[in-house]
Nanobody, 116 residues
Framework: QVQVAESGGDLVQTGGSLRLRCEAS????????MGWYRQAPGKQRELVAA????????NYTESVKGRFTISTDNAKNTMYLQMNNLKPEDSGVYYC?????????WGQGTQVTVSS
């Protein structure tokens, strides 16, 4: 079982920045991919950004391209989401998901609120 924990959510003004952090516990299996989802009230959860650990390939939803950056540290058990030029529509609960072996593990989420 892999434990996943997010942190870094906060209340910021439009145009501000936040850096989310996701930490995954150690596992006997390698982390294949990591990603960030978000869910706004009344809306479906959507994929914001994802990263493949083998090669570092990244993918972003169109609305955050050029503003958000996903990255991992050298140990690749910690992932970050740097969010710049935040907009009110970026508000929501941000969830980290980690794919380890054949398993998928989710964190509890961290709240991001962008005021207009």
């Amino acid at each position: 079982q892999v434990q996943v924990a997010e942190s870094g959510g906060d209340l910021v003004q439009t145009g501000g920045s936040l850096r989310l952090r996701c930490e995954a516990s150690e596992s006997d299996f390698a982390i294949v991919a990591m990603g960030w989802y978000r869910q706004a009230p009344g809306k479906q959860r959507e994929l914001v950004a994802a990263l493949l650990t083998d090669g570092g390939r990244t993918n972003y939803t169109e609305s955050v391209k050029g503003r958000f950056t996903i990255s991992t540290d050298n140990a690749k058990n910690t992932m970050y989401l740097q969010m710049n030029n935040l907009k009110p529509e970026d508000s929501g609960v941000y969830y980290c998901v980690v794919m380890v072996g054949l398993g998928e593990y989710w964190g509890q989420g961290t709240q991001v609120t962008v005021s207009s």
